[in-house]
């Protein structure tokens, strides 16, 4: 049983900078997709970012492209992600879940492990 832990979202200024960082534990392989999708008030979740697993292969919604690095961290069987914001806008205000999933997808019925979500808010 995979299992998700996220931390870094909090409270910035709009232009400003946050770090989200995604730590897996139990079985997951090295080789799966992990990314960050995000859902703010009375809106559906929407995709922002995944790398694959075995090529570092990444995917960006256009909202965020350009200001939004994703990354991921195996070494040692840590399977860790983390998201890099920058210039960050108040539209970026949403909860961000972190997602692992076998395929690179654009879609979150494809990811079937979620972690509980951290409150990332910017303030104009």
């Known amino acids: 049983q995979v299992q998700l832990v996220e931390s870094g979202g909090g409270l910035v200024q709009a232009g400003g900078s946050l770090r989200l960082s995604c730590a897996a534990s139990g079985r997951t392989a090295e080789s799966y997709t992990m990314g960050w999708f995000r859902q703010a008030p009375g809106k559906e979740r929407e995709f922002v970012a995944t790398?694959?697993?075995?090529?570092?292969?990444?995917?960006?919604s256009t909202s965020v492209k350009g200001r939004f690095t994703i990354s991921r961290d195996n070494a040692n069987a840590k399977n860790t992600v983390y998201l890099e914001m920058s210039s960050l806008k108040p539209e970026d205000t949403a909860i961000y879940y972190c997602?692992?999933?076998?395929?690179?997808?654009?879609?979150?019925?494809?990811?079937?492990?979620w972690g509980q979500g951290t409150q990332v808010t910017v303030s104009s």
């Open positions: 997602v692992v999933g076998r395929f690179n997808s654009f879609s979150a019925s494809d990811y079937n492990t």
């Open positions: 790398i694959s697993g075995a090529d570092a292969y990444t995917r960006y």
